[in-house]
């Protein structure tokens, strides 16, 4: 089987290309550097059509992983790479007849800040997403769900807050603001919210470039389907690390006051670096967003197989041994 994976740099989409790798697909990844992942790869922004097209010559499936996930910047930016992309990948596998695109979203494009409690996937709404990032992300799921047709088997997942050993998007954001005092928790700290240990993305992912032919045309949320208290999540991350847990508290109306001032600056600014709190992420750590898993393991014939103890276990031993390392 000949795939093309888009944005193998990231932590979910390196660990995804090594598992298609050890199954024997014959696999080109395009992202903008170099992967070294012994595979074909093509370099190139996957908002080029050219570039796009042929890369995913001769292709059989297309697993779309590519995007701007910053919540920096300007709507420019993400709007060329989430939405321009999405479009090149769509017309590549139109002008090489690919049958099968896998696109990976996101559970923000349909997130409007309210509590999600058992949620399923609702639709994607750019006129409700929080932020630039999942503005983005619904307009592109919109655009590939809308190119799902007899020809182009098209299938949308969404892996929620995905983390795992070398995460630098949730985990090491965390760790550092804990191990400089910088970790308070946002409202109680008593929210529901649902992970996903990166094996299991990667699973899913892999789950859903077999099942997509047979059950195309749909959005579906993953997880591990443990929600856990906010505080518990951070807690067990930063015992992971070594480092101290969550201290203090911030009631929501101040962060999410603070979270909007702090956007102004930095985009006042033209600052490229992550603000160390902004409105989305507010919202994220003091409002519970837990998801129905019935449907999704029941469709892609998936459950996952690495649970939140065991995941926080491997956390902590890639944490000690990247210190025995750096004692040696």
Not at 70 to 98: F, K, L, S
Not at 187 to 214: E, F, H, I, K, Q
Not at 252 to 271: D, Q, S
Request: aromatic letters at 4%; proline letters at 7%.
């Amino acid at each position: 089987m000949r795939v093309l994976l888009t944005g193998a740099g990231g932590m979910l989409g390196r660990a995804t290309a090594r598992a298609l790798l050890a199954e024997g697909v014959a696999l080109t990844v395009l992202q903008r550097r170099p992967s070294g992942l012994g595979c074909r790869e093509v370099l190139a922004d996957v908002a080029d059509p050219l570039a796009v097209r042929q890369a995913a010559a001769g292709q059989h499936a297309v697993l779309h992983l590519a995007a701007k996930v910053d919540v920096v910047g300007p709507w420019g930016e993400y709007e060329r790479t989430n939405v321009g992309g999405t479009r090149a990948v769509i017309a590549a596998c139109h002008d090489n007849r690919v049958p099968v695109l896998v696109h990976v979203s996101t559970p923000a494009v349909a997130h409007a800040g309210r509590a999600l409690v058992g949620a399923g996937a609702g639709p994607a709404d750019p006129s409700r997403a929080r932020g630039h990032y999942a503005r983005s992300k619904a307009l592109a799921e919109l655009l590939a769900l809308g190119a799902d047709s007899p020809e182009l088997a098209v299938l949308a997942v969404r892996p929620h807050l995905v983390w795992g050993p070398g995460d630098t998007q949730l985990v090491a954001p965390v760790v550092h603001r804990a191990g400089t005092g910088r970790l308070p928790l946002i409202g109680s700290g008593a929210a529901l919210v649902d992970t996903t240990y990166v094996d299991n993305a990667v699973d899913a992912l892999l789950a859903a470039l077999r099942r997509c032919p047979d059950v195309h045309g749909q959005a579906l949320v993953v997880s591990n389907g443990e929600p856990r208290p906010v505080a518990e999540i951070l807690s067990r991350v930063c015992r992971a690390a070594g480092v101290p847990g969550p201290r203090g508290r911030v009631p929501f109306p101040v962060a999410n006051a603070a979270g909007a001032v702090i956007e102004t600056v930095w985009t006042g600014l033209g600052r490229r670096s992550t603000p160390p709190l902004n409105r989305f992420l507010a919202e994220q750590l003091a409002t519970a967003h837990w998801f129905d898993q019935r449907h999704t393991r029941e469709v892609l014939r998936w459950r996952p197989r690495v649970s939140l103890a065991d995941g926080f276990s491997r956390l902590a031993e890639h944490y000690a041994a990247a210190s025995g390392h750096i004692s040696d």
